[in-house]
């Protein structure tokens, strides 16, 4: 599995895309006797954006959200949905 994920800023403000690629659970332990089949894949395509702002010394800060939505295959439709989105907001701290 891998992910393709563009970023960009300018000054205060950054953007970000991302497009994970893969499939499976490969390295992931399940339950004895269990036989994994495919069903389909599930892609996303995540679009972002964070604003930078420093309201105490050696604290970079950031405030932004990203919006994720969904490509599922016919099968798993009625578990995702017709269109799945997802949406998060978030306030990165890093201290240096």
Same mark, same amino acid.
């Given at each position: 599995?891998?992910?393709?994920q *563009?970023?960009?800023?300018? +000054?205060?403000? +950054?953007?970000?895309?991302? &497009?994970? #690629?893969?499939?499976? =659970?490969?390295? #992931?332990?399940?339950?004895?006797?269990?036989?994994?089949?495919?069903?389909?894949? %599930?892609? &996303?395509y =995540?679009? +972002?954006?964070d !604003?930078d702002?420093? *309201? %105490? *010394?050696?604290?970079?800060?950031?405030?932004?959200?990203? #919006? =994720? =939505?969904?490509?599922?295959?016919?099968?798993? !439709?009625?578990?995702?949905g017709?269109?799945? #989105?997802?949406? &998060?907001?978030? %306030?990165?701290?890093? *201290?240096?």
């Amino acid at each position: 599995m891998f992910d393709i994920q *563009p970023q960009m800023s300018s +000054g205060s403000d +950054g953007s970000l895309g991302s &497009a994970p #690629v893969g499939a499976g =659970t490969k390295g #992931v332990p399940l339950p004895h006797g269990f036989q994994e089949q495919p069903i389909g894949h %599930v892609q &996303a395509y =995540t679009l +972002g954006y964070d !604003r930078d702002f420093d *309201p %105490v *010394p050696h604290l970079a800060s950031a405030i932004g959200a990203q #919006v =994720t =939505t969904y490509g599922v295959p016919d099968r798993l !439709r009625s578990i995702y949905g017709e269109h799945p #989105v997802g949406v &998060a907001m978030f %306030v990165r701290l890093r *201290p240096f």
